[in-house]
DNA sequence: CTGGCAATAT
DNA sequence: CATATTGCCA
């Protein structure tokens, strides 16, 4: 139930809020105007009604409660599943059909998911972490962890990652865990250096500050991310073709294999080095940085 | 409050 | 089937 003041229209942010999470709306106001009656309904509310509501009123709302959720779930069931094209808007109208909350992972969506796995780094790519890199209007923090669940089935654990718990000789002990525990790092450690190649992670001194065009869609579409590292953008010289340089960025976790590197440090691309990055055999004399190098943060 | 996971629900 | 939710534990 929303109380919307005529003079100040915020109330119908919330509005929005509940309507897009399929939540049956009660819209009330001290006047009962039927303008303001019409754009409720129109956004998607149940119900208009004058505020304070009679005792009767408030007696049998539950009814038409009732009623509105029965009818919805009939409608839902009958309806072959309807499908979302990237986020579910959940925009119902008139009888307030909406359909499921349920995303639906595409292509684009798990790159998304993707990339911000790879960037935050085997073992800590926390789902709130991931959420906010992707930056997904809607997306919920728990669809990210189910999805992170589901996809951590198939991610083949490298050599060591877990360890096969015994069971508990006695039932009744706790014992270990039946599963190992997916390597993660506390937050907040220390940007790492590679221990064998310290020498190579200075960000050479030729550095062209001029500003790329080519900003990465992570920092355009997040401004908080509370990332930080910097960006660059690579080029090689000696590859014209835009297949990568070789060189790997790889996390910090001591497991460093093929599968966890970056493939996208490609010649002209814009790279992100988060600062508990480290590169890995990376061939200095053969990159030439241009563009800009920017430190960035939350505040950026 | 958050995360991981299995089990279960939708 | 693909996702979401829940329960339990940390």
Not at 24 to 53: R, W
Not at 169 to 181: A, D, E, L
Not at 199 to 220: F, R
Request: include cysteine; glycine fraction near 6%; hydrophobic fraction near 35%.
């Amino acid at each position: 139930m929303v109380a919307v003041q005529p003079s100040n229209l915020d109330g119908f942010k919330l509005v929005h809020e509940a309507v897009s999470l399929n939540l049956p709306v009660i819209v009330m106001s001290t006047n009962a105007d039927p303008i303001l009656a019409k754009c409720a309904i129109e956004d998607g509310a149940f119900l208009f009604m004058q505020n304070p509501p009679s005792h009767d009123e408030l007696k049998y709302l539950w009814q038409h409660l009732l009623r509105e959720t029965t009818t919805r779930k009939n409608k839902e069931k009958g309806k072959s599943r309807v499908e979302n094209s990237s986020m579910n808007k959940g925009i119902g109208q008139g009888s307030g059909i909406k359909p499921k909350m349920c995303t639906e992972w595409t292509l684009e969506l798990h790159e998304k998911f993707m990339t911000a796995v790879k960037i935050l780094g085997e073992g800590r790519c926390f789902p709130k972490d991931i959420l906010e890199l992707m930056n997904v209007p809607g997306l919920t923090r728990m669809q990210v962890a189910s999805h992170l669940q589901k996809c951590r089935h198939g991610w083949q654990p490298s050599e060591g990652r877990r360890q096969k718990a015994p069971k508990p000789s006695n039932p009744n002990q706790k014992g270990p865990k039946k599963y190992g525990i997916f390597p993660r790092l506390a937050r907040g450690t220390q940007p790492q250096i590679h221990p064998q190649n310290d020498q190579n992670v200075e960000i050479p001194s030729n550095i062209n500050m001029e500003s790329s065009t080519m900003m990465p869609d992570l920092l355009h579409g997040s401004q908080n991310t509370g990332f930080q590292g910097i960006w660059v953008d690579v080029t090689c010289p000696n590859n014209n073709n835009n297949n990568n340089m070789n060189n790997e960025i790889f996390s910090n976790e001591n497991v460093v294999n093929k599968e966890n590197s970056f493939d996208y440090a490609a010649a002209g691309e814009d790279v992100l080095i988060p600062n508990n990055f480290y590169f890995n055999e990376f061939d200095w004399d053969n990159v030439f940085w241009n563009s800009w190098v920017s430190n960035f943060s939350k505040e950026l």
